[in-house]
């Protein structure tokens, strides 16, 4: 089984382990923010704010269901990241048929329920307002539904090679699929003039060369996860562990998409220029949400392996060197985001009052990022561990916190679009909190499902 893993994490240095399997991991992730920067550029400078608004609350109601596919490709990776500590590899190998069976199967049922239901969804649930903000939308979403049985393919390869240390390949496949975006974005938006359609099927294009990429390398690339044709098999043991560990993760992503729908409709409550300045700052918040999220999976995918291990020693250490990075990146990116906060909401092609909004929607959060970049790897350490319900209600914590807080100050304080953006760091003190306490009574310790005399 030699050519089972790239990166066994249960020996040498914690810190540099998590943080040389991360970098990939980061590098992916950026390229996954731009890759929804440049539809915002694209659509906010070639067609009009009122797209870009579109647009940005349709991604918001896009991630509602990557929700699934995050969840329970993270539950997965869980399950496989540890059976590879273990050095189980029959049962690695059965799990990874199982997942990959599972996933597809709800992307095929999510995709139908995307494109059959934009327009009600999109009025109703995000509060849309009839005209041509809505009609941006709804052509746009349904366009980007047809993507997601390919997203739930890409989470689940993507999600099996972290958990046998193979970072790298995620980026390749993002930067396949942000390429092909780029190119395809500027021939359909700004060349052949297709408005948010061409943008929303340049997207899917771009997934389906990222979903096609990552089949094709896993198979290259790993022995023992070429299946014949009775090989890829779907175990009932194997599939109920799944989603023990991928249940709660996808209830964590579908609180914070959940969240985000409220947070969003209470956007939408304050018109056009508003929409479009939130849109940017989502997008800006991405960026810096970039380096706490990928070591967050370092730490998870290191946790996991030597839980399996038994190795609790080895996880209280790199977790302390985990906050200690993440720390130092979280400090610079404040400083950088506070300064060029102006510049880089101009390239959206936003203006006046939204121009205004978006700069002061950044400037705000670059003061109390680091919060969230420490809770984040804490999160990181209960999924690895298997302790996934504890990640959950910090998830479900913070974003609770975060709509009642927001809502609170527009409708009973009459605050402005501001009470949006102040609300953020009043749901990061309550999650940062809670897993504090967990981490340091040790009620993680004993969730892994490889157990050890």
């Known amino acids: 089984m030699a050519n089972v893993g790239r990166r066994d994490m249960t020996e040498g240095t914690e810190w540099k382990h998590i943080l040389l399997f991360s970098l990939p991991i980061m590098a992916g992730n950026l390229l996954q923010q731009?890759?929804?920067?440049?539809?915002?550029?694209?659509?906010g400078n070639f067609v009009s704010q009122n797209a870009l608004a579109a647009t940005g609350t349709a991604g918001t109601l896009s991630f509602l269901f990557l929700a699934l596919a995050i969840g329970f490709g993270n539950g997965s990776g869980v399950m496989a990241a540890q059976l590879f500590g273990a050095r189980q590899y029959d049962e690695l190998r059965e799990a990874v048929s199982t997942a990959l069976i599972l996933l597809?199967?709800?992307?095929?049922?999510?995709?139908?329920f995307g494109c059959?239901?934009?327009?009600?969804?999109?009025?109703?649930?995000?509060?849309?307002?009839?005209?041509?903000?809505?009609?941006?939308?709804?052509?746009?979403?349904?366009?980007?539904?047809?993507?997601?049985?390919?997203?739930?393919?890409?989470?689940?390869?993507?999600?099996?090679?972290?958990?046998?240390?193979?970072?790298?390949?995620?980026?390749?496949?993002?930067?396949?699929?942000?390429?092909?975006?780029?190119?395809?974005?500027?021939?359909?938006?700004?060349?052949?003039?297709?408005?948010?359609?061409?943008?929303?099927?340049?997207?899917?294009?771009?997934?389906?060369?990222?979903?096609?990429v990552?089949?094709?390398?896993?198979?290259?690339?790993?022995?023992?996860?070429?299946?014949?044709?009775?090989?890829?098999?779907?175990?009932?043991?194997?599939?109920?562990?799944?989603l023990r560990l991928g249940v709660p993760s996808t209830i964590q992503q579908s609180i914070v998409s959940f969240g985000n729908v409220f947070i969003q409709r209470l956007v939408n409550s304050f018109g056009e220029a508003a929409m479009a300045a939130f849109t940017v700052g989502v997008r800006m918040e991405g960026y810096l949400f970039v380096p706490a999220v990928?070591?967050?999976?370092?730490?998870?995918?290191?946790?996991?392996?030597?839980?399996?291990?038994?190795?609790?020693?080895?996880?209280?250490?790199?977790?302390?060197?985990?906050?200690?990075?993440?720390?130092?990146?979280?400090?610079?990116?404040?400083?950088?985001?506070?300064?060029?906060?102006?510049?880089?909401?101009?390239?959206?092609?936003?203006?006046?009052?939204?121009?205004?909004?978006?700069?002061?929607?950044?400037?705000?959060?670059?003061?109390?990022?680091?919060m969230f970049a420490v809770y984040i790897i804490f999160s990181g350490l209960f999924q690895g561990a298997g302790d996934v319900l504890v990640a959950m209600a910090g998830s479900l914590l913070s974003l609770a916190v975060r709509v009642i807080v927001s809502y609170t100050l527009v409708r009973v304080f009459h605050w402005d679009f501001s009470a949006i953006w102040c609300a953020m760091p009043v749901g990061w003190v309550f999650c940062l909190g809670m897993v504090l306490i967990r981490y340091f009574t040790g009620g993680w310790k004993d969730k892994g499902i490889v157990q050890h005399g």
């Open 34 to 43: 731009l890759y929804n920067t440049v539809d915002g550029i694209v659509v």
């Open 104 to 112: 597809v199967g709800m992307g095929v049922c999510v995709t139908l």
């Open 116 to 212: 059959l239901l934009a327009r009600p969804l999109l009025h109703g649930l995000m509060n849309i307002a009839a005209g041509e903000v809505l009609d941006y939308a709804v052509a746009y979403f349904t366009i980007y539904s047809l993507g997601f049985v390919l997203q739930f393919i890409y989470n689940a390869v993507a999600a099996i090679l972290r958990a046998v240390g193979d970072s790298r390949a995620t980026l390749y496949f993002l930067l396949v699929s942000s390429l092909i975006n780029l190119v395809l974005d500027l021939l359909f938006v700004v060349v052949l003039g297709w408005g948010v359609g061409g943008a929303a099927a340049a997207t899917v294009l771009s997934q389906l060369g990222s979903a096609a």
């Open 214 to 242: 990552s089949v094709a390398y896993m198979f290259k690339k790993y022995p023992i996860f070429r299946f014949g044709k009775r090989e890829f098999v779907f175990r009932g043991d194997k599939c109920r562990l799944c």
């Open 294 to 370: 990928g070591l967050s999976v370092g730490v998870s995918t290191f946790t996991a392996q030597n839980v399996g291990a038994g190795r609790i020693d080895r996880v209280r250490r790199g977790c302390r060197g985990g906050v200690a990075v993440v720390l130092v990146i979280a400090f610079v990116l404040e400083i950088v985001s506070y300064v060029f906060a102006a510049p880089i909401s101009a390239l959206f092609g936003v203006e006046g009052e939204a121009m205004a909004l978006s700069i002061s929607y950044v400037r705000f959060l670059a003061f109390f990022f680091w």
